[in-house]
């Protein structure tokens, strides 16, 4: 039986990108696979919404990570590093491995941080500002909008990890003044996971191509001036499959729409949360900060959440995740990115409802279902 | 037409591999996930013939490389690197990004080096050696044990570039005393590209505990360390479908059998060279250095290489490689390594008999093969 990835990544992989993975292997300095990796790029300004080169690295979006800390900053540069969760911390490791000074701004788990927030702990000695997206520990997510707007002109440096928002939700690299953003291949964009896509600013590739840090796999200017050759190329052998396969999940994404396909997460984002609030469940994270992608929720007193997610995936074929660190069996976490649709959303939550009822929580039945395909039927609420 | 990759990676890939790579992804911290992976560690170790641990990480070849640079040695410190051709310099220059203190020792391309050479070279205050095996632009193999052999004892770590080697030709991490085995998913083991596999020896592994350099995706004693969780993971997502494709192609391996595949590549390199020099061309490596899963030859006064690179696959669609850098157009590279036959080389030499006919090179018609066929069926010089 197939079972239903819920998470928040690897995301479920539509038959097409399934159909281009398991092909024979082309070569990649053949003229063929130079037109896979046009197309690609090309498609990846698209959902990006930018018209920066958007590099394609073989790694886990953790390395692109790495990457844009390595080109953008050096030893000893002091940086202010936003976390609201696991993997704001996990970007912290990086800057203090990659030996920068950092300054780390913890954010109440569940919450995001505006542009005021930011601004505040600024002391002008920074070199630059980073921050997640969506905290995919918490389903919160941040205002990058207004946090690249306000520092528009400081000359510092802005990066952003869109891992589990970028195909999912708004990003606009140029008008929001952010230098890097990093994703990976396998959350809202449904692709296979082993890439990791960065879009990089002209001033980022300028401070880049200046720039002594040690790397090397890690170069983006190298990255850039070869996939900027006739035609383009990477710098080592790329996992071709995965490139040919992102093609067809990139192409699905063109097809449907990139503002139709932001308003389908944001569609389902708000069928989750109803859905699950009509239940008579809590959300986790400050609905102010709610995520288009991830919807977090607390485990009623009483129940074990490791039990709820166990039952989900044996008696409905539903794979949702847990929490991480402290959360552990506190929270569930149903995702709704990438190749999921709204009928998934009335699924998962059927099977949360009839999941709970079994462990004895007293559920007011198919209410939650109503709700949520009442958001369905009329579109939710318009961006 | 699919055609057949007789290139020095990426390799054709078995049925097997192709099917597996195309199915629907898996969660990579499920219980499904874990069991695929730990089958494909223990049977990388049988690969690599090895007790040491093998990690997979998501990455080319090159990041492997910068992997057991970042992970053996810190900035400033002192090291002999060889190179005999692309692939050599190649590592200079990740040595050099990463800071290190390096010599190179410049082997004239098509030859290989031995232990008296490198230890001739060494001063006394080298952390360590760095040598590629096979190197792949000249299809010259250097002496790893005999070199690994007298290294023994010194207490500097040996680093060995296996990239085109590992799966084809002898490695042997103890016996040899080879800190770090790097090598890659797409060449001798049949894999799709996008995965670096490194075997770490408990030395290494101890000198990288305390080591302090920059490294967040590259460290290896994290890598280790997941891998010998209990279920096994890896620290950040991998490249899921490659990893299940390559479990297929490593039980390839185990099912034929670890001698029997060096043996094979011993035959068909045999085969390959005898056959062209059954056809009047001339060897590019030094045959004391020949290489098992690659053959280099001279491309004859008069008729330009790349042509022939063309015809052989426009009319025969088998696709081999040229000369990198100075040897554009001088030499052309067949590949024997992977998921490739004795029929695949004979096949590969009829075209390239048929090709030089075609662009007016008198050749002695049907003798390489009959020199390649007799080895073939004679089972080739036994190792």
Redesign the interface.
Known sequence: M?KR?M?P?????PPQV??A????????R?KEYADVLASLSSGLKYVFATDYPVVTL??????GM?AAVANCFR?GDRVLLVSAGVFGDRFY??CR???LNVTKLDVSWGKGIGAAEVLSHLTGDEKGVIVTHNETSTAARSDIETIGKALKGTGMFYIVDAVSSLGGMEVRPEDWGIDIVVT?S?KALMC???LTFLSVSQRAMEAARKNTS????W?LCKAVDFLSKQPPQH????????VMASLEAVSLIQKEGLENVWQRHKRMGEMAREGVKAMGLELFADEKYASDTLTAVKVPEGIDGQEVIGRMEEDFGI?IAGGNRSLKGKIIRIAHMGYISEGDVLDTLKALEETLVGLGRPVDAGKALAVAKTIMDTGGTKQ
Chains 1, 2 share one sequence.
């Open positions: 197939n990835l998470t990544g690897p995301t479920p992989l399934i159909k993975l398991g092909q024979q292997v082309l070569h990649h053949t073989t790694a886990s979006g953790t390395g790495e030893p490791d990086i491995c990659m030996g990976s396998q296979p996971p082993g040690r790397r090397h796999y170069d710098p080592f052998t790329p996992a071709v499959n995965i794979i």
